[in-house]
Structure formats: C-alpha cells, structure tokens
C-alpha cells in the first residue's frame, strides 16, 4: 500500500487560486482567491500606489517581482486565505471605473472594506495586509472596521505625508537636482489643494504631474498615516525592511510610535519588494520574480495572527 507522505498528512488543504468578483462603482472588481480548508484567518492584500496588479507586478513600469503572489502562496502553506486585489480601475478591475485616476484614498478604504466582507467567507477571522500605498489605504479602511476584521498588517507602510516622502526619494538621485525647485513647488502645491498646468512643467515632469494624477495626489498627499493610524487600536503588524530604498525605518518608527499596541519586524537586508537584498544589484529584486520573499516574513505574520485572532 502506499502511504502519504507525513508533509501531506498534516498540511492544510488549499484550493487552486480562483478570479473572485464583487460589485465595484461601475463594473466587478477582482482579486484572486485562494481558500484553504478550514482556515482560520484571511489576508486581503492590498497593492502599493500605481498600476500594481495582485501579483505585486507593474508591467508597464518593468516592475516583475510576483512579491503578492509568493505571500499568498507562502501563506497559504501556513494555512491562511487569502484574496490579492486589483485596484479600482487597473487590470481585471478595469471597468470598475472609467478613469483609474479619478478615485481617492477613501474610494480604496471602502473598496477594502467590501473585500473584508467578502474574505469573511473564507475564514472568520480577516487581516487587511497593505503594502506601502495600500498600508495608508488599510489604516484609513479601518476607522470603519468591519465586524470580520480581525486586524492590520502593515509592509512597508509610510509614517509620513507622501507628498513629503516622494520629495524625499527624488533628492536621493543625485540626477534630480536640477528638477527639485519645480518638484517642491509642485508639491506644494498640490499640499495647499492647488493643481499646476502641466504644460509649464519641464517635460521629464509632464507625465508624473498629468492633471488626472495631479487630482489623485491632492487627495493622497492631505493624509498624514501616523495620524489616521492614532484612530486604530486593534492588532496591528508594521513589517519594514532594513535595505528597502523607498520606505525607511523612520516611516515604522513613526508609526510604531502612533501605534503602541503594534508589534513589529524588522526584516534584515529586505528592500522595498520584501525580498532580500542582492549586493551591487538594488532593483533585480524589483525584477526577478524568481527571487524568494525574504524568509522571516511568512513566519512573521502566520505567529501574529495566530497569536491575536479570535479565540
């Protein structure tokens, strides 16, 4: 007779990863499932900012890590659900609405909120998972918390107004220093709710400051996540790596700081795509999706939703 073997035995059951559709503003929005028999607990990832699609991929930017589609494979292994969204307006959720730049954060938060109700049908017990843009959409989703919602994690998530982070990024490469006065007069004014014609900004600029993406970030850059995330006291992970060249550790320190309940990871040598660091190479963890996640980070959240979900 042949037996099992004891890996198999004793490993959750997981369903092959399936489309999952809900009502969006004009059309479905869409995110992949993936149901594990039994299941306690779901994650509802949630993307970064841009055309990033549920698999943690931006094609047109060269972005081709697979980051969201190795967590929820990772976490299925571990025995958590999960459902990795497409954002209103962006690949299959396309036709949700017919201009993606036309949405605010608070659009996303409620989006969020209606896939926790969803993901409630896979587990009892459902944990909002943002990555960098997507952890301010996860803070703001939850000032309404849905009954189901269970808590927050938190990767590689801003502790600062973005507006005042992009700038921070952009004086970083030595190569934007003639483009910085225009920069911080933009943002500026985009802070102060203003919009600038894009016609009068140097053409590298045009397309970063389109009047669409200049509305989009007016609402974006009025939220300051350290303060939205003072309104939530529920369990909360703040995961950061320690290479990553986008999110510093100033950003979980300040939302450690507004978060006391938190617990949080450091992930030595993981850059902005929760992967570790290659030397000499600081974006192939952008574009290699053949590249683990970063081997702390499964671990990480599976031990803190199984140590603060519903008993």
């Given at each position: 007779?042949r ?14 990863a ?14 992949e ?5 039994e ?27 697979d ?8 976490l ?45 049908d896979?587990?009892?017990?459902v ?5 960098s ?18 808590g ?9 107004p ?12 030595p ?7 225009e ?50 006291t ?31 990871v ?46």
């Amino acid at each position: 007779m042949r037996v099992a073997p004891l890996f198999f035995l004793f490993a959750p059951m997981m369903a092959l990863a399936e489309t999952v559709e809900i009502d969006g503003p004009a059309g479905p929005l869409a995110a992949e499932g993936i149901a594990v028999e039994e299941a306690s607990h779901a994650v509802v990832i949630i993307p970064g900012s841009g055309p990033t699609d549920r698999d943690g991929n931006a094609p047109q930017g060269g972005m081709q890590s697979d980051s969201y589609k190795m967590l929820a494979e990772g976490l299925a292994r571990a025995g958590i659900a999960s459902l990795r969204i497409d954002k209103r307006g962006f690949f299959a959720s396309q036709t949700a609405i017919a201009d993606p730049n036309d949405v605010t954060i608070g659009d996303y938060a409620q989006d969020a909120r209606d896939w926790i109700a969803r993901a409630a049908d896979l587990a009892p017990c459902v944990w909002l998972a943002g990555h960098s843009e997507g952890g301010l959409v996860a803070l703001v989703a939850a000032q309404s918390p849905p009954e189901a919602l269970c808590g927050l994690i938190l990767m590689a998530t801003p502790g600062r107004p973005i507006g005042q982070l992009m700038l921070e990024q952009m004086r970083a490469m030595p190569g934007n220093a003639p483009l910085m006065p225009e920069l911080e007069a933009t943002v500026a004014e985009l802070e102060a709710g203003r919009t600038r014609d894009p016609v009068m900004l140097p053409g590298v600029l045009q397309p970063m400051f389109s009047l669409g993406v200049q509305r989009y970030m007016i609402d974006l850059f009025s939220y300051d996540p350290a303060v939205i995330a003072e309104g939530w006291t529920g369990p909360t992970l703040i995961v950061q790596g320690d290479a990553d060249i986008q999110i510093k550790p100033l950003d979980a320190d300040l939302l450690t700081h507004a978060l006391p309940q938190a617990e949080r990871v450091d992930l030595p040598g993981a850059t902005h795509m929760l992967k570790t660091d290659v030397p000499g190479q600081p974006f192939v963890t952008y574009t290699d999706p053949t590249l683990p996640l970063h081997g702390d980070l499964i671990p990480a959240i599976s031990g803190f939703v199984d140590r603060h979900g519903r008993q």
